[in-house]
């Protein structure tokens, strides 16, 4: 079992840019391919980018790509999603989450953290 928290969640205008952490507990964080998923109202969830364990294979979905950038920093147990030129779309509850998958880091999503309100206003 893996306990991850979240960080860095705010308001922020249109194009604007932020960084999310999420901080992971123990000393197993590289056995956890780790990913970041949001919900906005309404919605169902998403994912939105997902990294590998040694921080090789990296997945955007299309509506992020060229904007956002996921990065694992295992020395510290934290995964990062840079979030640049924000648009209103992109408000959600964002989810930090690992997957005890060895073989596909986009499935076996077991662990999540509390989340972190992104707020963009226009």
């Known amino acids: 079992q893996v306990q991850l928290v979240e960080s860095g969640g705010g308001l922020v205008q249109s194009g604007g840019s932020l960084r999310l952490s999420c901080a992971a507990s123990?000393?197993?964080?590289?056995?956890?391919?780790m990913g970041w998923f949001r919900q906005a109202p309404g919605k169902e969830r998403e994912i939105v980018s997902a990294?590998?364990?040694?921080?090789?294979?990296?997945y955007y979905t299309d509506s992020v790509k060229g904007r956002f950038t996921i990065s694992r920093d295992n020395a510290q147990n934290t995964v990062y999603l840079r979030m640049n030129s924000l648009k209103p779309e992109d408000t959600a509850v964002y989810y930090c989450?690992?997957?005890?998958?060895?073989?596909?880091?986009?499935?076996?999503?077991?662990?999540w953290g509390q989340g972190t309100q992104v707020t963009v206003s226009s």
């Open positions: 990294i590998s364990r040694r921080g090789v294979g990296r």
């Open positions: 989450a690992a997957s005890s998958n060895y073989d596909d880091y986009l499935t076996g999503y077991d662990y």
């Open positions: 123990g000393r197993t964080f590289t056995s956890y391919a």
